[in-house]
T-cell receptor, first 111, second 115 residues
Framework: GENVEQHPSTLSVQEGDSAVIKCTYS??????FPWYKQELGKRPQLIID?????GEKKDQRIAVTLNKTAKHFSLHITETQPEDSAVYFC??????????FGKGTTLSVSS | GAVVSQHPSRVICKSGTSVKIECRSL??????MFWYRQFPKQSLMLMAT?????????EQGVEKDKFLINHASLTLSTLTVTSAHPEDSSFYIC???????????FGPGTRLLVL
């Protein structure tokens, strides 16, 4: 089955800096790679996703890149703000199957 | 987007009792729903895949006799934690998606505390 590795587990940045979180996956059949932001005690919120036929996607300060050959995908947050502080999870799956999550990255943005 | 509800949002029970958690897709039909468990400061771990009209598929290490899943309709899946113990205390979240669609919609979660 699918296995997703996520790094780093914690990330501290200064407000305005960029943050990068990286994930690798094992199942080459996976074709959908979402990123979630989770605040304490709440459900994960989808912030951006990418499909296997796309190499990069951007939405304002957030971007995701995908390298299918290497089975890597990364989340890039630019101009970080204190409200970006949360736990971020990457996930991978084949459409119709369960999402398999990475272990999460706790992002702290200090002002 | 699609809406998934979960009930109750939190429950406290005594050790040895059973607790039922409901997951509903409010504005779409879901032939498949997924149940996850999340311990504090950890990731979401898939427990089982709930299939409408058939038996659930459990992940390795998840006891099917302890975590009973019933998916009786296209909009409702239930997870019953039987004979709950303190180590079952966790955040349980369900998700559902449209058939063969990529996006999964999460319920708000149920926080279970077993005393």
């Amino acid at each position: 089955g699918e296995n997703v590795e996520q790094h780093p587990s914690t990330l501290s940045v200064q407000e305005g800096d960029s943050a990068v979180i990286k994930c690798t996956y094992s199942d080459s059949a996976s074709n959908y790679f979402p990123w979630y932001k989770q605040e304490l005690g709440k459900r994960p919120q989808l912030i951006i996703d990418i499909r296997s036929n796309v190499g990069e996607k951007k939405d304002q300060r957030i971007a995701v890149t995908l390298n299918k050959t290497a089975k890597h995908f990364s989340l890039h947050i630019t101009e970080t703000q204190p409200e970006d502080s949360a736990v971020y999870f990457c996930a991978a799956h084949l459409a119709g199957t369960a999402l398999i999550f990475g272990k999460g990255t706790t992002l702290s943005v200090s002002s | 987007g699609a809406v998934v509800s979960q009930h109750p949002s939190r429950v406290i029970c005594k050790s040895g009792t059973s607790v039922k958690i409901e997951c509903r897709s409010l504005d779409f039909q879901a032939t498949t729903m997924f149940w996850y468990r999340q311990f504090p400061k950890q990731s979401l771990m898939l427990m089982a895949t709930s299939n409408e009209g058939s038996k659930a598929t459990y992940e390795q290490g998840v006891e099917k006799d302890k975590f009973l899943i019933n998916h009786a309709s296209l909009t409702l899946s239930t997870l019953t934690v039987t004979s709950a113990h303190p180590e079952d205390s966790s955040f349980y979240i369900c998700s559902a998606g449209l058939a063969l669609q990529e996006t999964q919609y999460f319920g708000p979660g149920t926080r279970l505390l077993v005393l």
